[in-house]
């Protein structure tokens, strides 16, 4: 069930429905901007507003205050006005970009949750839920993953430990007999013999267990 729902295509619908009503409030909003500005601007009102503010906060006439106007503002109305323009559309598209942009840094932050293994639920917008549902799962299965190969290797050191403290039981007889034939040479043939068979049986018990202790350490993490 859990292979299913990682192969599952991601719904993408909510994101491009959030990205076009987005894109029709930018286009509003520009229409809106450029309607404001058309009315404040080209109507008179942005000149008349200019000349009767440094005409009540300066110390100049109101002819002054308009030969100002004209001479650095109305020259270049055209230019102004584009600008102006220019700086509504680079606004709203630049918010349009921050709230788009949003969504791969959803992504990035559930791929870091991923990464580091921090065991939280990875949260996403709601336009985003598919998403969040698909690392979720991949979250789960990696998690699942991650703890079966901690009690492999729990079993496997349990195991070493295991043989590890068998394989000291028939190296400590082999020792054993291997000491009494040095320190007593002059036992009987058939003493000897025996003290030797037993020997070579522990040696080759003890190979046994040393051949089990190899294979261990060479199985895989996930045996």
């Known amino acids: 069930m859990k292979d299913d729902n990682n192969k599952k295509k991601l719904d993408f619908a909510p994101v491009r429905r959030k990205i076009f009503s987005r894109i ?15 009315q404040y601007v080209l109507q008179g009102r942005f000149a008349d507003g200019i000349v009767r503010f440094l005409y009540d906060f300066t110390s100049m006439t109101y002819e002054d205050a308009r030969d100002f106007y004209w001479h650095n503002i109305g020259n270049h109305f055209e230019l102004i006005f ?71 290797e729990k079993k496997k050191d349990e195991l070493v430990l295991y043989l590890a403290h ?26 000897q013999d025996k003290f030797i068979h037993v020997t070579l049986d522990k040696a080759l018990r003890l190979e046994v267990l040393v051949n089990e202790f190899f294979d261990i350490t060479r199985l895989p993490a996930g045996y």
């Open 24 to 38: 029709v409030l930018l286009m509003a909003g520009a229409f809106f901007g450029i309607w404001f500005l058309y």
């Open 82 to 152: 584009f600008g102006a323009i220019a700086l509504v559309f680079c606004l709203m598209f630049y918010f349009f970009l921050n709230s788009f942009t949003k969504y791969f840094q959803e992504i990035d932050n559930g791929i870091n949750a991923l990464v580091h293994h921090d065991g939280r639920q990875i949260r996403m917008s709601k336009e985003m839920a598919a998403m969040e549902e698909k690392l979720n799962s991949v979250n789960a299965t990696l998690n699942r993953q991650l703890y079966d190969i901690q009690m492999a």
């Open 166 to 191: 068998d394989i000291r039981t028939p190296l400590t007889s082999v020792i054993g007999y291997l000491k009494l034939l040095e320190e007593m040479p002059d036992i009987s043939k058939e003493q």
